[in-house]
């Protein structure tokens, strides 16, 4: 079969080099794809957001399955257009994704249906707003409500903080109409940690557990970015625990999908904050993440294209998963300045070197082939994954393969993986 994987990222690559292993698949493609994907793949340029030419791009090529990568093309609706011509998408409808791309709606969703989540109000007026922050407890937290590339979340100390970032979203319109409504929840203490299931509608396949690292810096400090690097499993999360979340979480969600007729077909993705009182969701993101995927696809010993065939016709009870017992560790090689401005064109060299050792693949993010070879051309630029019998064996893999690869203004965090 033929496959068209839609998005850029290093997510994709990752899926892209899953699939191609598949030897149910005949050819990959990519839109737009990076010079990673191109690999694997044929990129192609047809823009993501022109459903009906990528519409007629998929008829032409004879593609079977298309596989979509990034949230805001799943909430515009793209899984929707491909269904309403006859054509097969992974991923759910732009009216099941409304759980990721409304902190709003995710809310309501989550209050309704039992699923322990920080308590939270929702806001449409600034000076409703404002009036609320400056009587409230400290810390909290402010989120704009729909899809702000990572960084629609403050987490402000005193009311001044709140007050400003209040201002930022819903007045000065920093992230345009996704702020204009905002949600204050209560700050949650604990570590972070990422789920992934399969849902296909009535069930569901829970995947290994993850963590992102998502700030800038060692340690947590600077920015918030897509994420720097992930390690599976986490340590984090013992059976008890994933009982827990099993029911708690995923069961809820599940049957509150169906009750609610979101028919949810796809990835979803729960950010989760293990504290002293259980895990509770942060958000709920309906597709894989990036750089989560990186570390899954390299754990996943099942051929990923029936698991998500399965996923869409609602068969996911009858696969079996399964997994390496391995740790993986993914750490993100960045332009300098990532999440801010910086320099792309930059000539990229070593990742053959990096390669050579068998437990290291290196996904592309923001590549890009010139005349000069292979240069960056992203925040994120590479993500360099490898397996290891311990984390600690993972993560020494890791970054002995990072260390070989070079180019100018490279950023990268040296704690991916050690103790959150
Ligand atoms: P989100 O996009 O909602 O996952 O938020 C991005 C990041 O902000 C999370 O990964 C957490 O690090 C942090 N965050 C979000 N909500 C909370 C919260 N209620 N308490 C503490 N940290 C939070
Ligand atoms: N790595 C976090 C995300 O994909 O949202």
Request: glycine share 12%; charged share 20%.
């Amino acid at each position: 079969m033929k496959i068209l994987v839609v998005g850029s990222g290093g997510r994709e690559h990752a899926l892209a080099w899953k699939l191609a292993q598949s030897p149910r698949v005949a050819k990959i493609y990519c839109a737009p794809g990076n010079a990673g994907t191109a690999r694997v793949a044929e990129n192609t340029s047809v823009p993501v957001n022109d459903h009906a030419a990528l519409i007629t791009f998929v008829k032409r090529e004879k593609i079977d399955l298309a596989v979509i990568g990034p949230d805001d093309a799943l909430a515009a609706g793209i899984v929707d257009a491909f269904q309403a011509a006859g054509l097969r998408a992974f991923g759910p409808t732009a009216r099941a994704a409304r759980l990721e791309s409304s902190k709003a709606f995710a809310k309501d969703f989550m209050r309704r249906h039992g699923i322990p989540t920080a308590a939270s109000r929702e806001f449409s007026d600034s000076g409703e707003a404002r009036s609320y922050c400056a009587t409230a407890k400290y810390p909290l937290v402010v989120k704009a409500d729909g899809l702000a590339l990572g960084k629609g979340v403050v987490i402000a100390g005193n009311a001044a903080e709140a007050i400003e970032a209040v201002e930022q979203s819903m007045d000065a319109g920093v992230f345009g109409d996704a702020g204009k409504k905002i949600v204050i929840e209560e700050f949650l203490e604990g570590v972070e940690c990422s789920i992934h299931a399969l849902v296909d509608g009535a069930g569901y396949a829970l995947f290994p557990d993850c963590r992102d690292h998502k700030q800038a810096f060692d340690g947590g400090a600077g920015p918030n970015t897509g994420g720097m690097g992930t390690i599976s499993p986490t340590g984090s999360i013992d059976a008890s625990l994933e009982a827990v979340i099993r029911s708690e979480i995923l069961d809820r969600f599940v049957a509150g999908a169906l009750a609610d007729g979101l028919d949810f077909r796809g990835m979803l993705f729960p950010g989760l904050m293990l504290t002293a009182g259980g895990p509770k969701v942060l958000e709920f993101n309906c597709r894989w993440g990036d750089p989560e995927t990186q570390v899954l696809v390299r754990r996943l010993e099942s051929d990923l294209v029936p698991l998500l065939g399965a996923c869409i016709d609602g068969t996911l009870a009858a696969q079996a998963i399964e997994w390496k017992a391995q740790s993986a560790v993914c750490v993100v090689l960045a332009s300098g300045g990532y999440p801010g401005a910086y320099r792309k064109g930059e000539k990229i060299s070593g990742i053959d070197q990096a390669e050579r050792s068998e437990s290291i693949v290196v996904f592309h993010a923001g590549t890009a082939e010139s005349p000069d070879g292979l240069v960056t051309n992203g925040g994120r630029v590479l993500g360099v994954t490898a397996l290891g019998e311990s984390p600690r064996a993972a993560r020494a893999n890791a970054y002995a393969a990072a260390d070989q690869i070079h180019f100018a203004n490279q950023h990268r965090r040296n704690d991916i993986g050690a103790a959150p």
